[in-house]
């Protein structure tokens, strides 16, 4: 199953379905009509989505099997099933909610140990603002720990992620490297928000997973691979990785990476909705 993710091409019409038709002007959905995700495709690949009467994401159906997410005013329990319906115990998750928000959780492993737990911190605009995962070996202790610092513009794009690793040494966790990540967009393209999954529990605003390559927040590449809710349309993504010097205490910079994604690469229908970003195509639904 893939395990991860980064995002979005082909300009298609369907006349009568109002799908593929590329706009030039501000796409903006009609106020008073709100929309979630229906399905995505990659080639063979399809995700179809399944919601409750609150409008959550309870169900992703997919080859292979499906995602079920089951809810309480406290927790959210989140498994993988094979295509039998037998849970697949290698992708268990329990996450704690508070004031609307997940704070935490983990991953278990076959055998019912941890293998991963996260915190997530928000700040006082609701965004979130911290997210730390820390990886356990065999033995049960932590092995590894991943920690991202994220920060908005005024329009509440992501703008700058900031990520530090750590492996286990035999005094404790040691700096290993680390990436910063600037962030610009097309902002006259809104993109696909936690809302519109269903899943709306990481903060107001969208954003914040595998810049690093890294698992930041859990699942998401159930969304299709390269897929990055996001609140406008990414545009480019720039990195500088470091290594920490043991000797000198000091981080060094060890590369730089730039990405873009073109315009072509995202196509709207007249709603202003994405269906289609690279070659997945996107399939929406209204709802009250």
């Given at each position: 199953m893939k395990h991860l993710f980064l995002i979005l091409l082909t300009f298609v019409c369907f006349s009568g379905i109002h799908?593929?038709?590329k706009k030039k002007k501000d796409n903006t959905p009609p106020p008073n009509q709100s929309y979630r995700i229906?399905?995505?495709t990659d080639g063979s690949d399809k995700k179809t989505f399944s919601y409750d009467n609150e409008n959550r994401l309870t169900r992703i159906d997919?080859?292979?099997g499906s995602f079920r997410i089951v809810y309480s005013n406290v927790e959210i329990k989140?498994?993988?099933y094979f295509a039998n319906g037998n849970p697949d115990p290698s992708w268990k998750y329990?996450?704690?909610?508070?004031n609307g928000h997940?704070?935490?959780?983990?991953k278990y492993l076959p055998n019912g140990g941890i293998g991963r737990d996260y915190r997530y911190e928000y700040d006082i605009d609701g965004r979130l603002q911290l997210s730390i995962m820390r990886v356990y070996d065999f033995t049960g202790d932590v092995s590894e720990a991943h920690r991202y610092d994220f920060s908005y513009d005024a329009q509440n794009n992501l703008q700058q992620v900031g990520y530090t690793r750590g492996n286990q040494t035999g005094t404790g966790i040691q700096k290993a490297d680390s990436i910063s990540s600037i962030i610009s967009y097309y902002n006259d393209r809104n993109f696909i928000k936690w809302k519109q999954t269903g899943f709306d529990f990481f903060g107001k605003a969208s954003g914040g997973i595998?810049?690093?390559g890294l698992e930041i927040i859990p699942f998401s590449f159930l969304f299709q691979e390269n897929i990055i809710p996001s609140e406008k349309a990414l545009q480019t993504l720039d990195s500088k990785k470091y290594q920490w010097n043991t000797t000198t205490q000091l981080w060094n910079q060890v590369s730089t990476a730039n990405q873009t994604w073109p315009s072509g690469d995202y196509v709207y229908n007249n709603e202003g909705l994405p269906v289609k970003f690279k070659n997945i195509t996107l399939e929406w639904?209204?709802?009250e």
């Open positions: 799908l593929g038709c229906k399905s995505t997919f080859a292979g989140a498994q993988v329990l996450f704690t909610i508070h997940i704070n935490g959780g983990f595998r810049l690093t639904e209204a709802y």
